[in-house]
């Protein structure tokens, strides 16, 4: 349907015999409404959607790690089926682009704008919302709040499919004063889980602006890409200072007018998923959103560099997560060439260009929700770290992200708190080593103690989403863990509300006594 919005200038229109007559001058901007397009309710491989919780859990079980990765046909034929689904394209254009399915989501801003408009009228909808572009590009909050990392011109939103959205706007789950509400003093408490079929993602885009660390030519960009990590710097340093796009040392060009020439390292923009920004989301970006200074502009590329992909189909979510490769058919860890044999012959020609990395479980074997352990056991005699982490998001955390305690002193840590921090305060540090042989309660030999951003995997660390009960929104932010096992039942969430694996709710908060005036 056409939504139309009017701009009234006033114009006046000088007459020789009337002077003082005016005239008002209407200027009509047309535009289709996005409207959030529903998960198929089968996918490519003929695998409903949600799949049964049931059949996941038996996929875990069977699941088989190598060199950290997970093998199972299952898991991974699931994991791009899901892919398949979002970037399939819709009927729907906007900015005069066909639209992807995953880009009619709704954004944060819009559940946000949505509840505001709640306030004034109890009766609204969020589907009554309407939206003329996919969402303003942001920097990623992992990239802010005071940790030092670095990925070039990176930005993003994170997008809720239509039952995600709906939940949160329905339990207004963004609102500080909601999540406050619900923390027991002693005792763990936990926001409504989300229905089976949500869908919360993450997509990274590089925008292709003017800015010297970007543009190479008219109509050439440089664009760093994933080359694995193979020693090229200390493990040491990695651990240090992480292993970032400023590390990489392996840039590609992207071109918007040639063609793909892959021996010298040169793509076309239509290898890449993209779209091009409109005025609004320039105008957004302009003096606030850009690392290295570029100069946003309306139809400047957007193009997708990497997204994480979660789904609600059982109780820890299943974790994809995906960025683009030069090498799609024999992508670098944590990617391999067998992840990449598994795509569907449907997948559209430039989500083919992508590599994905997947975790349905924290630790290999699967450990169990509550009482599983790092250490081995007599049953469990090998225990395997699983990694999946983008290149673009996490790759640059060095330990420091996840051993950073509060400061009352630092206005960039405050309350905040790294994982390490957290759960050292219960456990040992042994506690947290993979495959470690538990000699006492508090002492554990060898086992690998996982402390970079190219050792993480998501499930560990959106597990660890929560709020604590704290004064003010500013002070509720908890920060990530590298790759281990959790007890879903642990004593540091004990005075907390979690998140249902949701680090998007702790990064959107708002309160609620000041929404109406906003």
Request: aromatic share 12%.
């Amino acid at each position: 349907m056409k939504n139309h919005f009017i701009y009234a200038s006033l114009v006046l229109l000088l007459f020789s015999c009337n002077p003082k007559k005016s005239k008002k001058e209407e200027k009509v901007v047309v535009f289709d409404a996005i409207t959030a397009e529903q998960m198929p309710t089968t996918l490519a491989s003929g695998q409903k959607f949600p799949t049964d919780s049931t059949t996941i859990n038996n996929w875990v079980k069977n699941s088989i790690v190598v060199n950290n990765l997970e093998t199972n046909t299952d898991i991974i034929t699931h994991g791009w089926d899901l892919w398949d689904a979002l970037t399939t394209f819709t009927d729907q254009e906007n900015n005069g682009q066909k639209l992807r399915r995953f880009e009619t989501w709704y954004t944060p801003a819009d559940i946000i704008t949505a509840l505001r408009s709640k306030t004034a009228n109890k009766s609204y909808k969020l589907e009554d919302l309407n939206r003329s572009h996919t969402g303003h590009l942001k920097i990623p909050h992992q990239n802010s709040h005071g940790l030092s990392v670095k990925t070039a011109d990176v930005l993003g939103f994170v997008k809720c499919d239509p039952t995600a959205a709906n939940h949160i706007f329905n339990k207004e789950l963004y609102y500080f004063e909601v999540l406050k509400s619900m923390i027991q003093p002693g005792k763990i408490a936990n926001i409504p889980a989300f229905p089976a079929s949500s869908v919360l993602i993450k997509p990274v885009f590089q925008v292709l602006t003017d800015s010297s660390t970007v543009k190479i030519s008219e109509g050439k960009y440089k664009l760093p890409v994933w080359p694995g990590y193979h020693n090229q710097i200390p493990m040491s340093k990695v651990i240090a200072k992480g292993f970032g796009p400023d590390e990489w040392n392996n840039d590609i060009t992207i071109t918007t007018t040639g063609t793909t020439d892959a021996a010298n390292k040169v793509f076309s923009v239509k290898d890449f998923i993209h779209f091009k920004i409109n005025k609004a989301q320039a105008e957004a970006l302009k003096g606030t959103n850009f690392i290295t200074g570029g100069t946003p502009k309306a139809g400047q590329y957007a193009v997708l560099i990497g997204m994480h992909l979660n789904t609600r189909e059982n109780k820890r979510w299943t974790w994809q997560t995906f960025w683009w490769s030069e090498n799609p058919t024999a992508p670098q860890s944590p990617s391999s060439s067998l992840i990449a044999s598994q795509q569907p012959a449907s997948l559209e020609k430039a989500a083919k260009h992508y590599a994905m990395g997947l975790a349905y479980n924290m630790i290999s074997p699967a450990q169990p929700y509550s009482g599983g352990s790092n250490a081995v056991t007599k049953k469990e005699f090998i225990k395997e770290s699983i990694y999946a982490f983008n290149p673009y998001l996490e790759a640059g955390f060095s330990v420091d992200t996840f051993n950073l305690s509060p400061s009352t002193k630092s206005p960039t840590t405050r309350n905040y708190s790294g994982a390490n921090d957290t759960i050292r305060k219960y456990y040992s540090e042994g506690y947290q080593k993979v495959g470690a042989f538990r000699a006492s309660e508090k002492t554990y030999v060898g086992g690998k103690l996982n402390q970079a951003g190219i050792e993480t995997n998501c499930m560990s660390c959106h597990g660890q989403a929560r709020m604590y009960d704290v004064a003010v929104k500013k002070d509720a932010f908890q920060y990530y863990a590298a790759d281990q096992y959790y007890d879903m039942n642990a004593p540091y969430f004990k005075n907390t509300v979690v998140l249902d694996f949701a680090w998007s709710i702790q990064g959107n908060l708002i309160n609620k006594e000041t929404t109406a005036k906003k």
